[in-house]
């Protein structure tokens, strides 16, 4: 999706919805937005959260947080918040992130989206999701203009949500590149080892440059960009889920210079690995 079919949206705020929870036989979105977000943008939420809300990060990269995990999200990716779940998602990048969001209630909500939440589903990458922004520009569209009665509005919600769990089972799938494809699929493997953007180029058979411009284009930021998040990700699991020294961790995630991987991690993530550990 261009940019220019979503940027107009941008600065108006949120549009609301009209809500009509009481009614089982209906769907409705309470807000909607699209919104961009600087490099310190964050929101932390306890799990009083009531909504079920959909995400499409539009621009840009950051974490998300929620179930005791943390993922990370970039250009394209979606992420699903249900009620009653604390989270956290920021930016972390220097530049600007846009997401595309809505906040839903009402029908049935809370059995569709426990197709995702039981499976631990919070998160869905590398998908073609034009469809799905389309269908929130959308609705966004019409909430603003304010055209639509619920009956309307609820057929649109409910068509959303169905292809959202059409997508989510696998179809259809991004079409990527297929040396941006194959670079990822690599990385996603060899991650903590020390990968050499030319080499992995060389073996594609495709230029540095080449590769580098495919994932700005399509991932929103750069091959060694993605190592070091995907690093900071499983720093982040193993900090959580073992007793390993951060100098232990800082090695096996590839980081060798434990003072470095403090600089990169609180970058990544707004603290230090220890506090991040401590639960601060």
Known sequence: MEREHWEELLGFGYARGTEVKTDKFLFSVSRAGCSECNENFEIIRENDYKFYTIHVLLEGYGFFQIAGKEYFLKKGDVFLITPGQAHMYCNRSSSSL???WAEMQGGNCKEIFSRFSITGMYTLQNLQADKLIRQLLD?????????KNVYESSGEVYTLLMYLL????GVPRQQLPKPLLQALSYIDENFTEQIRIQELADQLHVSHTYLNRLFHKSMGLSPNRYITMKRVEYACYLLKTTEMSC???SERIGLYDNAYFYKVFKKAVGMTPVSYRNGK
């Open 247 to 249: 100098d232990e961790i």
């Open 166 to 169: 059409e997508t989510a089972e």
């Open 139 to 147: 609705m966004l569209w019409h909430m603003k203009e304010g055209k």
């Open 98 to 100: 846009v997401l595309l």
